[in-house]
């Protein structure tokens, strides 16, 4: 981990409970939404990595990434099975701690701030940056419950009724479930519950939405439904998504980074110039179908 | 084979050697099944005695009961598998539900006085209240403010001011806790009003969910009402059944309201398992129907040893008046003593192992050493009890907590065992959605694996206490008495189990009567209550199982 890194003004979130957290969650949303970024220009990056390794047991996973995620746009991660963009996806909220031989070296910066220093708590990092899992995977709770989850553990403020609702209406569940949400969360269907698990995570408002492979178990009807909702999701928040459907990645995303096999960034950029006139040989190989 | 030209078909493979050993595992499989069930048949023959009845009272129940059951089943298998299910479920759940009605009346009526039992819930009811406002006040209140505020409530109300505590720093007692106060009322309610009034709550919550639809607030209410009204009646009118008060609420809220609520529930929200409920019901009618027949015409039941006089009497020097209460109370007593220690400590080293402890060394010591616990004898397990309490903390012997205790030490490696299995189960995507929310490891425990794995713990736990009824030889080596004429009114009075009695009258009393009669009869009543334990068992595994 590296520890030189300047001292910027983001405070570092201590304890859980810090009742300030969520004020300036809002804060920050409204200013970004506001005087937010026209179409078109990059805005400032609001993830970035220098150097980033991380190596399972004796195994290197990842081979010094240097990217930077735009903010309020959909970011997509592509490439072959095994090359490392789960890994880069859990690495910004940390999810990698929880594998004993996971290693991280180099320096990760949310907001300017390196999510691997000493002083950040994961769980506080985590509540900060949402995420949504390959499977479906709601909890064996009722549909209210699933979404409440976030609101009830992170002591949000503020009518919970409320944020459930306009957190289902923005997963675009709403009007399939408004009459049974105290149904079991695993009696929908698995479009059904991966847009629960979206409304989960979108509900305690976080900065950052992380998806892994999002549509990857859905049949092409949720699979588009759930492409529409990341759409309309990047209009407030920044998504980051990993995904090996390289026509999915084409029609959401703004910005493409493409993982190659040894855990290399190859290349990274606009969407449209990756897709049609890319600068690697090795990624137009992997783009038209030769490898992968 | 390449030298074969002429090329007939495939040709066989010989698998002769293979069915043998199929045959051999399917013989494995049924021997101690077989045998046990053969044991069991002849004892349940020495203790029930069917042929001495009347071939009339057989052919009258076979008319009333046998055939019409039959009929019912015949007819609900053919409107769908399902149904037949239920029904045949509802029979078993009437049968659990009327012991566990039994042992629980037992505990109202010789053990535990029903003001104390009001007290004692008031004294937990009240600080549990006070604790939820302080937290649902300001969900900012500091965690050590909520846990001071917690504890201190608990043993206001429990201990008093100063309580132990003071007793202990030799300051004499100031004011009772709520339990004291309660409990020293010079005017109480009627003791059934007592026991209607706690019983009755949670019967009527229970009946309103089941049985009302989803977000029909009348009809819970109506259902609630009805439940409450329905187990303060079982008190009010059980003298008319010739049954004391108090055991006829505690028969109506344990043993009469769950399978009804189950049935109506049945009825009125699953319109393809209500035929089912057919089975039951040609069950209870053909038996009251056939006694009342019976009686009439007069033909003799048979002389069976498990009657009535068998299971309320205590033990008596001749094998015709000797009874098993004080052993059933007993057993009883053990397992509530058993359960409040084993499971905590049970559950708590289970969630340990399996979501906090790091996987080093020293923890896959304890693994091994916990797998290795499990199968030390139970005599050893004895021996650790008399030396431990008895010996060295100075304890009388055969308690009721010395045998919990010693009991609870022998399960507690089953336990952890099958908790760590239910918690394991737990699928890993769950527990990283849990994390990928933000949730500490405390929240993910409390709100997902705990709840998640609950049913699976309580399965392994249930078939765990099955195991702790049945010892004889910790019992015996902690000293507990072979043979007790009453049931124990505290922890600390000597007690006797169901085992114990049986083990007595096989040796100790051995005449040809104690062994042909009394000792049959008691078995098939420990059999009984662990089938039905076990049964229950089953019963929440296969909904755990359903639910994945």
């Known amino acids: ?292 | 084979m390449a030298t074969n030209t002429d090329f007939d078909g495939f040709g066989r493979v010989s698998r002769t050697a293979g069915t043998l050993f199929r045959y051999l595992l399917l013989a494995a499989t049924l021997f101690g099944l077989v045998f046990v069930t053969i044991l069991l048949v002849y004892v349940a023959n020495d203790a029930i005695q069917p042929l001495t009845a009347d071939p009339g009272w057989h052919l009258t129940f076979l008319l009333t009961l046998v055939l019409p059951t039959l009929a019912a089943s015949a007819y609900a298998y053919r409107r769908g598998v399902e149904a037949l299910r239920t029904g045949v479920f509802t029979i078993g759940f009437v049968v659990v539900a009327a012991m566990f009605s039994g042992g629980a009346a037992m505990i109202f009526v010789d053990i535990v006085e029903p003001l104390t039992w009001l007290a004692f819930l008031l004294a937990l009811a009240v600080p549990t209240a006070v604790t939820a406002l302080v937290v649902s006040y300001d969900h900012r209140v500091s965690f050590a403010a909520q846990f001071v505020v917690t504890v201190a409530v608990f043993y206001l109300s429990l201990f008093g001011v100063p309580g132990p505590l003071g007793s202990l720093a030799g300051v004499p007692s100031l004011a009772p806790g709520l339990f004291g106060f309660v409990a020293g009322l010079p005017y109480a309610p009627a003791p059934w009003l007592m026991l209607a009034a706690t019983f009755g709550p949670p019967a009527a919550y229970v009946g309103s969910r089941f049985v009302a639809a989803d977000r029909d607030r009348r009809a819970h209410v109506l259902v609630g009402a009805a439940v409450f009204a329905f187990v303060v009646l079982g008190g009010a009118l059980a003298p008319f059944a010739g049954v004391d008060r108090v055991p006829g609420v505690v028969v109506t809220a344990v043993g009469l309201v769950p399978p009804l609520v189950y049935a109506a529930g049945t009825a009125a929200n699953r319109p393809t398992e209500r035929v089912g409920l057919l089975v039951p019901a040609a069950v209870v009618v053909g038996s009251l129907v056939g006694a009342v027949a019976v009686d009439a015409v007069g033909f003799a039941g048979p002389q069976s040893w498990v009657d009535w006089q068998f299971l309320t009497n205590a033990h008596s020097s001749t094998a015709a008046d000797a009874g098993f209460y004080p052993a059933v109370g007993g057993s009883i007593l053990l397992m509530v003593t058993v359960a409040v220690l084993a499971f905590p400590v049970g559950i708590g080293a289970a969630v340990y192992l399996e979501e906090y402890a790091p996987d080093n060394r020293f923890t896959r010591v304890i693994d091994v050493n916990i797998s290795n616990l499990a199968g030390v004898p139970s005599v050893v397990y004895g021996l650790l009890g008399l030396g431990l309490f008895v010996t060295y903390l100075d304890q009388p012997p055969g308690t009721v907590l010395l045998g919990g205790a010693t009991l609870g030490l022998l399960i507690l490696p089953i336990v952890i065992i099958s908790a760590r299995e239910a918690i394991r189960a737990v699928p890993e995507e769950t527990r990283a959605a849990s994390y990928g929310m933000g949730a500490t490891k405390w929240q993910t425990v409390k709100n997902v694996v705990l709840p998640r794995s609950f049913s699976g713990i309580l399965t392994g736990t249930i078939l765990a206490l099955g195991r702790a009824i049945g010892e004889t030889a910790p019992l015996i080596m902690i000293g507990a008495p072979n043979v007790k004429y009453s049931l124990p009114t505290a922890l600390s009075e000597a007690v006797s189990a169901m085992p114990l009695q049986v083990y007595a009258w096989s040796s100790l009393y051995a005449s040809e009567d104690f062994y042909q009669k009394a000792v049959p009869a008691g078995v098939v009543v420990l059999v009984a209550i662990l089938l039905a334990m076990n049964s229950i068992a089953i019963v929440l595994r296969n909904k755990y199982q359903s639910t994945e």
């Not at chain 1, 009742?19 to 005087?35: H, R, Y």
């Not at chain 1, 859905?218 to 390289?246: K, R």
């Not at chain 1, 190659?260 to 990624?283: K, W």
């Open chain 1, 1 to 292: 981990m590296s520890d030189n890194t300047p001292e910027t003004e983001e405070p570092a979130r201590g304890e859980t409970a810090d009742p300030t957290n969520d004020d300036m969650l809002v804060e920050t949303d409204v200013a970004s939404a506001t005087s937010g970024p026209t179409p078109g220009t990059t805005p400032d990056p609001i993830i970035s990595s220098r150097d980033l390794d991380v190596f399972y047991g004796e195994e290197r996973a990842l081979d010094s990434i240097d990217i930077d995620i735009p903010e309020n746009r959909v970011t997509a991660i592509i490439g072959p099975s095994g090359c490392g963009k789960s890994t880069f996806l859990r690495c910004i909220n940390r999810m990698n701690d929880r594998i004993d031989v996971c290693r991280v070296d180099g320096e990760l910066t949310l907001r300017g701030k390196n999510v691997y220093d000493p002083d950040v708590d994961p769980v506080a990092l985590r509540r900060r940056v949402g995420m949504v899992f390959q499977e479906p995977n709601p909890f064996p709770k009722s549909i209210y419950d699933n979404v409440a989850y976030g609101l009830e553990i992170q002591d949000v403020e503020g009518d919970h009724d409320e944020i459930v609702e306009q957190s289902l209406k923005r997963a675009a569940l709403w009007d399939e479930v408004s009459g049974r949400l105290d149904e079991s969360g695993l009696a929908l269907s698995g479009g059904q519950q991966q847009r629960l698990c979206i409304a989960r995570a979108i509900a305690p408002d976080p900065e950052v939405l992380l998806m892994d492979e999002p549509a990857s178990a859905l049949d092409p009807v949720a699979t588009s439904q759930v492409e529409d909702l990341i759409e309309e999701l990047a209009e407030d928040y920044t998504v980051v998504i990993v995904t090996h459907n390289m026509q999915q990645a084409a029609r959401i995303s703004d910005k493409t980074a493409v993982f190659l096999t040894g855990g290399e960034l190859v290349e990274f950029g606009d969407t449209d110039q990756i897709f049609e006139n890319p600068e690697h040989d090795r990624v137009e190989d992997y783009i038209t179908g030769k490898f992968g």
